[in-house]
């Protein structure tokens, strides 16, 4: 299975398929039958939000050896960044949650520099402080 990342949380997928069929004679007076096997490709769509039970199959092709899907996920469905990739994406996540951090800084003057609460809050998300242990002896756990 190979699984692309798609807008939202929507995701598209591709299942290799192993088929075994029998095909016997139609006489039976022999037990006479070939068996073959057939290797099929998949091509599908779900939404996580709705649990995949949106699940379609969008179309079945024979099975090449190989996935053509455009932005993998792995196995936990996370995207898979390749290398010459990961500065475009930042930036892109920089463009979009925390612009400020993409200014050039000026002769003699300090880079920017993230602020973590601040990018929580331009994502929508809410940073709690809270101890892991109460006696302090776990440290730098997210």
Not at 4 to 14: I, L, N, S
Not at 36 to 51: P, Q
Not at 91 to 116: C, H, K
């Amino acid at each position: 299975m190979w699984v692309e990342d798609k807008p939202g949380m929507e995701v598209h997928f591709d299942v290799a398929i192993s088929i075994w069929f029998e095909t016997h004679e139609g006489d039976y007076h022999y037990d006479d039958y070939d068996e073959n096997i057939v290797w099929m490709m998949a091509h599908c769509r779900g939404d996580l939000d709705k649990n995949l039970d949106d699940f379609e199959i969008l179309r079945v092709s024979k099975y090449n050896g190989k996935s053509r899907v455009k932005d993998p996920m792995d196995d936990s469905l996370v995207p898979i960044i390749p290398y010459e990739k990961l500065d475009d994406v930042a930036t892109a996540f920089l463009q979009e949650y925390y612009p400020v951090a993409l200014r050039i800084p000026m002769r003699g003057q300090a880079p920017v520099w993230v602020d973590p609460k601040e990018l929580a809050k331009n994502m929508g998300l809410t940073v709690k402080n809270q101890r892991i242990r109460e006696d302090g002896s776990v440290f730098g756990q997210i």
